[in-house]
């Protein structure tokens, strides 16, 4: 069953650097980390101490108030060390890697209707935190049953990987992993594909929706909003397209194999192409000696939602790509670079600058935030790039007033900080918007749940 | 641009905590980000940026004034000259227009930044840009022989009432020009109404028949039926249209020439700074009220010509094209939501409209039409945003 949902609001923001369809594998990365900050609403309690061997697939912590929530080793070896920040926060579990991979074995999956065995498989594999919920984008709870399960297999951010090309040759755990997922939920599968992408027609037991438009077309929360969306009180559970591969192909082996293939991109990049890593490796593993200057900023993610790393650091436990934009901490006259200039490289979704002259340009944009941080004057420029039937300011606003309320009339169970990422990038005020949904999330969650 | 970034460096330990002049920071730090954009980069969320400012836009409304206030600046002079009968060159006109114009415009940035630094060094904010149009706006809407004291009275007014008690820019509930015109319009009636101050006749006497009056002033005795500063009938309703939208008209400085305001429209329409819908929705509700009137007026009120005069007519008299492109528009005042825009902007109409001709002691109705519907702004973006949320709820019973 397919249906069409068309969006016209939003934008592409045209980026040098794609990547070319070839793909090679990274340098083996000799040290691997999970860093319990990739997982929004969990609170780390360590299952290993320094010093412990561990195998793919071994718990290195788990969530304190769901401890059936387990963060899986994605290779075998010795901890060897557990950073931390301010009042011991724990940064980062790392692992020194064996040089051959030994495995935790576990019950394989492979079919069947018993969704206990599959809930417990999955949480003793470390895959259920593949595995998120709406609302609030933390991880699933093993304990409820969600109302349909969402997937999206269109990545519309810039530069983002194509899924088909990602998921080629993983057809088969794809579907597996999609199969494990109808066991799961009392509703519906519903996959959101690009239009005219006739890579996943073959997926079956699922509802397919083909989508069509700009960016944030492919994100998730507008494939529910438009399917169906969600009200006070429902729970959907939505998992990354490419995370499914690593979900299908664990299951059947009965092992946590953590490989997953990412696209290295962005303008600092020298040949922009895909990697085969393993989630936790180095950065350094990835981006060494394949960018071009050195004053680089380094993206985990898609340059709008993504996460600064720095090369000794390790890529997000759900990236699959990795993007180098060159940073913009330098100073720009008014006339020449500025608010003044005529502007020929600027990008700008307005037209107060002259990039809708050529819109097919991709440009070279940099991360100087182009302004400073001023009050809320400019109102509709959210609108255009928000495809939501939601009002974004009037909710942003509830959020920095921290009007619970009016944050749950004006519809925050329906959006996450990455719905409003174009929004962010659009703002003439330059409010750092995603911080904003964030900080309202983490308030509603913490009015509602224990 | 390298030696002024030096110079800039050279002074700022001054301007820093613990240097000497550290309470002025706001004011070094304006300086800076006028010459620069700073070099602050993302620290979390979108890692790129939209290259659109706050200082690009409101820069761009300048460049939208600008064809209104050259226009007026030439109009000054040319109505002057007309007024004493006397022969002069383009140049003549256009220097008598400065002369008259740029101390308003001095008298109105002076005082506004001024008052502006001093809230933002006592808060320690960064300056905001929003009073850079503001401070346009104020001249453009004043007679131009209006006392530069008043204007500073005015300017100071605003900028304090209307905008920094309610929290500085983006917090205000009224226009701030608006409120600058509206502070004289009933503090000073006689600097801003009537009909000696919409013509500078300094330095000679006028001619015999010389009138002053606006067109909105004439409408209430004669109807469409208008005459010239020089006391001379235009031959036919066209003409004395073609007069008034090309702007050869006695009025506020900026406000004559509908031509210009329509250049001024169409910048701020092609760069999307201001809204399509409150600028069509106003068009279209003074038309609307100006043909209500035409329709029903002849029947109700034989008496009243001002009823009579052709809408299309209405549209291009006074301030109501200079209050819906510049002033009506202003986002911080104005609706938020789209729907809100449509109503805002249509009431907006009506009421510019309704208030002149039925108020004849009130003829710039679009003024207080526009303050009226700022008040209104917040309770129409309740409703449309209720719209939304009662959808919501329905949503949520149904399923």
């Known amino acids: 069953m397919s249906k069409a949902i068309k969006i016209k609001k939003g934008a592409d923001i045209k980026l040098i650097g794609e990547a070319d369809k070839t793909i090679s594998a990274a340098t083996r990365s000799t040290v691997f980390a999970l860093k319990p900050d990739d997982f929004f609403g969990t609170i780390p309690k360590l299952s290993v101490k320094e010093g412990a061997e561990v195998k793919a697939g071994s718990p290195l912590f788990y969530d304190k108030s769901r401890e059936r929530v387990k963060f899986s080793s994605p290779v075998s070896g010795e901890v060897v060390e557990v950073m931390r920040g ?85 057809k088969e755990n794809v579907q597996l992993a999609l199969d494990a997922l109808n066991l799961l939920t009392s509703g519906d599968v519903h996959i959101g594909v690009k239009k005219g992408d006739s890579f996943f027609d073959s997926l079956t037991g699922v509802k397919k929706h083909s989508i069509q438009g700009p960016h944030p077309a492919g994100n998730v929360g507008v494939l529910i909003h438009h399917v169906s969306p969600i009200n006070k009180g429902e729970i959907v559970w939505t998992v990354n397209g490419m995370d499914l591969a690593i979900i299908g192909r664990s299951l059947k082996a009965g092992q946590f194999k953590a490989e997953r293939t990412i696209a290295l991109v962005g303008s600092e990049v020298e040949k922009p192409q895909f990697y085969t890593t393993m989630i936790g490796a180095t950065m350094d593993s990835i981006v060494g000696g394949k960018l071009k200057g050195s004053n680089n900023r380094i993206i985990s993610g898609d340059p709008l939602t993504g996460a600064a790393v720095d090369t000794k650091g390790h890529p997000g436990f759900y990236s699959s790509q990795v993007t180098v934009l060159p940073e913009g901490d330098h100073k720009k006259f008014f006339l020449t670079e500025g608010w003044l200039a005529p502007g020929f490289n600027s990008f700008s979704l307005s037209k107060a600058y002259p990039s809708w002259l050529n819109p097919g340009k991709k440009y070279r944009l940099d991360t100087n935030l182009n302004g400073e941080e001023r009050a809320f004057v400019v109102t509709g420029e959210l609108e ?38 174009l929004c962010e990038f659009a703002c003439t005020s330059k409010v750092n918007i995603q911080q904003v949904v964030e900080n309202g999330l983490a308030d509603m969650r913490k009015e509602f749940e224990s | 641009m390298k030696v002024v970034e030096n110079l800039l460096g050279k002074v700022r330990p001054a301007f820093e905590k613990g240097g000497k002049l550290e309470k002025l920071y706001p004011m070094y730090d304006a300086l800076e980000t006028f010459a620069f954009v700073p070099d602050h980069t993302t620290k979390r969320g979108a890692h790129i940026r939209d290259s659109i400012d706050m200082k690009r836009t409101m820069f761009l409304v300048i460049v939208a004034l600008i064809p209104a206030l050259l226009f007026g600046i030439y109009n000054t ?45 006592i808060k320690g904010h960064a300056i905001n840009e929003g009073f850079l149009v503001s401070g346009m706006l104020i001249p453009l809407i004043m007679p131009m022989d209006v006392p530069l004291w008043m204007v500073a009275i005015a300017t100071a007014f605003a900028v304090l009432i209307a905008k920094e008690v309610f929290g500085g820019t983006g917090m205000n509930i009224l226009n701030v020009a608006l409120t600058a015109r509206a502070f004289l319009f009933f503090a000073y009636p006689t600097k801003m109404s009537g009909n000696k101050v919409w013509v500078s006749t300094e330095g000679g006497t006028a001619v015999d028949g010389f009138t002053g009056e606006t067109l909105l002033a004439q409408a209430i005795e004669n109807g469409a039926n208008f005459y010239d500063t020089t006391g001379a009938y235009y031959a036919s309703v066209s003409d004395s249209f073609m007069a008034s939208f090309l702007g050869f008209i006695p009025g506020s400085i900026g406000e004559t020439s509908t031509l210009a305001i329509l250049i001024g429209a169409a910048i701020l329409l092609w760069t999307g700074v201001a809204s399509w819908r409150i600028m069509l929705s106003a068009l279209i ?25 052709p809408w299309w007519h209405q549209l291009v008299m006074g301030g109501f094209m200079f209050g819906i492109v510049f002033m009506a528009t202003d986002p911080v005042t104005a609706a938020q939501t789209f729907r809100g825009k449509v109503i805002y902007g249509f009431s907006i109409g009506i009421l510019g409209i309704l208030i002149r001709v039925v108020n004849p002691a009130y003829p710039e109705g679009i003024m207080l039409a526009i303050l009226f519907m700022n008040v209104m702004a917040p309770t129409i973006d309740h409703y449309v945003v209720q719209g939304n949320i009662n959808k919501r709820l329905k949503r949520l019973k149904t399923a």
């Open chain 2, 285 to 309: 509700g003074g038309a609307v009220m100006g043909l209500i009137f035409n329709i029903l007026g002849p029947q109700v009120s034989p008496d009243n010509l001002y009823l009579q005069v």
């Open chain 1, 86 to 170: 301010a009042k011991r926060k724990i940064l980062a579990v790392k692992v020194l890697a064996d040089s051959e991979t030994r495995y935790e074995a576990f019950t394989p999956w492979t079919g069947g209707s018993d969704r206990d065995a599959l809930v417990d498989t999955m949480l003793a594999m470390g895959l259920w935190p593949f595995v998120k919920q709406r609302p609030y984008g933390v991880i699933a709870n093993s304990e409820d049953t969600p109302r349909d399960i969402f997937v999206s297999f269109y990545n519309s951010a810039p530069l983002a990987p194509e899924a088909a090309f990602l998921l080629e040759s993983e």
């Open chain 2, 77 to 121: 002079g040319y109505q002057h000259f007309l007024a004493l009968q006397q022969e002069a060159t383009f140049m003549e006109m256009v220097l008598f227009g400065l002369w008259k114009t740029v101390p308003l415009i001095i008298v109105s940035y002076g005082v506004g930044l001024g008052v502006e630094f001093i809230f933002c060094i």
């Open chain 1, 384 to 421: 255009k790039v928000f495809p939501f039937d939601i009002y974004p300011m009037q909710l942003i606003k509830s959020i920095m007033v921290n009007d619970i309320d009016a944050m749950e009339k004006l519809g925050i169970y329906e959006v996450l900080p990455e719905d409003f990422a």
